[in-house]
Structures are given as structure tokens and as C-alpha cells.
């Protein structure tokens, strides 16, 4: 009996399975098109969906085109620009956000790991605190709780870098401390040995070897920002869910366009991420291995160079930047004083919650050893 080749083989396997994809896709894209067009035209309610529904599915996919290239509002406005402008929006929090939320996110995880416990204590319970409540949770209560403060230092875009920022924090100090704990403790000691300072053992040492560990995961982190900063939009920020949004209110009869454009373009910024992330792991441990230059300060470089490139999407596409870079900064730095004033304040109030009592039975189970030894000590005398 022959065999059969392995290229027919191959095309008896994926024939069948672009068929049903096809028929299924077919089948969805229709319902979806013939959904719309009822809004417009009412008499096609009574038209059969599965003779029509290769025609329904056309039409959507040129809709869809029409939509991305030419279609425009009751303003004349093309729709791709509101899209490129939360586009730009979403760009600007993800590259903000990450950079500030691995610098948080070290400094905690050096905390965690400080033989002091007033220094772990608080840098614990804050991970704990942003890790197990929702992020909307703490998005709203920040938005709501601090309106009483100035508008300039407490308005959406602000309140949104904070919130997102607290939160992914939490996220990368325990990545970050896996990382340094993966290493091994004796490198630490032949430093100290070799007369190295702190710094120049966590910069020369610790973070060139910590990279390549901690990478794949904030990588994977970077991807789920790009899905959450989709919460926003519940804070009025104009960014690409919200642009959609409202789209999809002001044109109903291209509403599943909208939303399947933005999908893909969700779908296009988190894909090419999961290659990068293979193809920078390989280079660094490479670089690990024979270092040429000081990863540290390249890690700075690129988180500076996201910082910047954050700072220049919202500048081109978000209308709070607009025309206006100096506010740009000024919101800037508003974001970053907000989070560290939150930080802090979540640090000391749920730290000393968790340290003074802790620190309070310590002492009183220490005094009570002492007790009955000195108990047991008069006994044996």
C-alpha cells in the first residue's frame, strides 16, 4: 500500500479546516452586516441570512474599507482619524506606563527583599494591596476620591498614568524579585568581597543577570497594558476603545466595523511584542555572556527612549497635548508626583497597620521566652 506524500498529506489536513473557518467566518461576518443594515434599511429584516449570507459578508468587508479609507462623519471628519488619535492615546499610556512601573517595581522588589522589616513590611503589604484588588476598583477611587485636589494635578490623564502605574508596579516588583532571587546569592558575597559598593553590585552585577530572567514576563505585562489601558476609557481618556465607542453611537450602521478595527489594531500592537520578546531574550544572554557595554545603562536608555516616544504619540494624536508640549511635560511630571504621593501614602498607611501589631506580638512572645526561662532557671535552683 503506497504511502501518500506528505504534501498532500498536508493539504488534506487544512483543506477541511479553512472550509469550516471559512463557513463559520462567512456565517459571522453576515450576521453581523445584515444586523446593521436592518438599522438602515428595515425591509431586509425578512431576508434569509444563510442564502444571503456571502453577500452579507462582502458587503461588511467593504464597509470595513470604505470605513479605514474614505468614510467620514456628519463634520467631514475621516473616522481614521478619530481611531489614529486613541491610537496614539493608548501608545502614550503603554510606553509611559511600563518604564515607570519597572523603576517602582525595583525599588520595591529591593525592599521585599531588605533584611529590615520596616522596610519589607510596607513594600509587602503594598503588593499585596494592588495585586488582589481590581484595577478599576483602584482606577475609580483615585479618580473620585481625590477630586477634591487640584484639577491640574487630578485630572483624567494623570489619574489614569498613576493608577496604571500602581497597579503594573505591584505586577513587576514580584517578576523583578524572582529575578534576583534566581541568581546566585555567592555573587552578591564575592562583590562584597572584592570591595564593590551596593550600587555597583545591583548595577554591574545583579541587573545585567536579572534581564534575561525577568524579560519574557514583563514582556507578557506590556501585552496585557495594552488590553487595560481599554479601562480608561471609563475615566473619559479619548483612547482607542472610547474612540470606538463612540464611533459605534454616532454610526450604528458601521458599529461592528469599528469594533473589528480596533481589535485587529489591539491585535497587531500585542502580536509582533511575543517575537520581540524571543528575539531580545536570545541577544541579551549573548550580551550576558560577553558584555560590551553596561546593560543597565542601555535598560535606562530604552526606558527613556519609551518615556520620549510616549511623550511624542500623545503630542501628535491626544487632544490634551495638542499644540501644547509644555503641558505635555507638565502633566508628565503631575503623573509621576501623583503615583509616588499614592505609593507612599499606601506604603506607610497599610504598612504600619501590618508592622506595628506584628512588631507589638513579637515583642510580647519574646518577653514571654524570656519569662519562662527564667521561670524554668528558679525551678532548677
Request: charged residues 15%; aromatic residues 8%.
Amino acid at each position: 500500500m503506497r504511502r501518500i506524500p506528505p504534501s498532500l498529506r498536508f493539504l488534506l489536513m487544512i483543506v477541511p479546516v479553512i472550509l469550516v473557518f471559512g463557513i463559520c467566518g462567512t456565517l459571522t461576518l453576515g450576521a453581523l452586516d445584515k444586523s446593521q443594515t436592518v438599522i438602515t434599511n428595515p425591509a431586509t429584516a425578512n431576508e434569509p441570512l444563510i442564502g444571503n449570507a456571502f453577500g452579507f459578508a462582502i458587503h461588511f468587508l467593504q464597509e470595513t474599507v470604505r470605513v479605514l479609507t474614505v468614510g467620514v462623519d456628519n463634520q467631514g471628519t475621516p473616522y481614521h482619524s478619530f481611531l489614529l488619535s486613541g491610537l496614539g492615546l493608548t501608545i502614550t499610556f503603554c510606553f509611559l506606563t511600563m518604564p515607570l512601573a519597572l523603576i517602582c517595581g525595583l525599588v520595591l522588589a529591593l525592599m521585599s527583599r531588605s533584611p529590615l522589616r520596616i522596610l519589607r513590611v510596607p513594600a509587602r503589604a503594598y503588593v499585596e494591596f494592588f495585586r488582589n484588588t481590581p484595577f478599576l476598583v483602584q482606577m475609580l477611587a483615585i479618580y473620585y476620591g481625590l477630586a477634591v485636589l487640584p484639577h491640574d494635578f487630578v485630572d483624567p490623564f494623570t489619574v489614569g498614568l498613576a493608577a496604571l502605574v500602581l497597579n503594573y508596579a505591584a505586577y513587576e516588583c514580584e517578576n523583578l524579585r524572582a529575578g534576583i532571587a534566581a541568581l546566585d546569592k555567592g555573587q552578591g558575597e564575592a562583590a562584597a568581597t572584592l570591595g564593590l559598593s551596593g550600587w555597583q553590585t545591583l548595577r554591574l552585577i545583579i541587573i545585567p543577570q536579572m534581564i534575561p530572567v525577568v524579560l519574557p514576563p514583563v514582556i507578557n505585562d506590556m501585552i496585557y497594558l495594552f488590553k487595560d489601558s481599554s479601562i480608561l476609557s471609563l475615566i473619559t481618556i479619548q483612547e482607542l476603545t472610547l474612540q470606538t465607542q463612540n464611533l459605534a453611537r454616532r454610526v450604528p450602521s458601521n458599529s461592528w466595523q469599528f469594533y473589528l478595527i480596533a481589535a485587529v489594531i489591539y491585535l497587531l500592537l500585542s502580536l509582533p511584542l511575543g517575537k520581540l520578546a524571543r528575539v531580545a531574550e536570545t541577544r541579551i544572554k549573548s550580551a550576558v555572556a560577553a558584555p560590551k557595554r553596561d546593560l543597565t545603562v542601555v535598560a535606562l536608555q530604552i526606558f527613556a527612549a519609551m518615556i520620549f516616544v510616549g511623550w511624542v504619540c500623545g503630542l501628535l494624536t491626544a487632544q490634551d497635548f495638542r499644540g501644547n508640549a509644555i503641558r505635555g511635560i507638565g502633566q508628565l511630571f503631575a503623573g509621576v508626583g501623583l503615583l509616588l504621593t499614592i505609593g507612599v501614602v499606601v506604603m506607610v498607611v497599610l504598612g504600619a497597620l501590618v508592622y506595628l501589631p506584628s512588631t507589638a506580638f513579637i515583642l510580647l512572645r519574646g518577653r514571654g521566652k524570656t519569662g519562662d526561662r527564667k521561670s524554668l532557671v528558679a525551678i532548677s535552683k
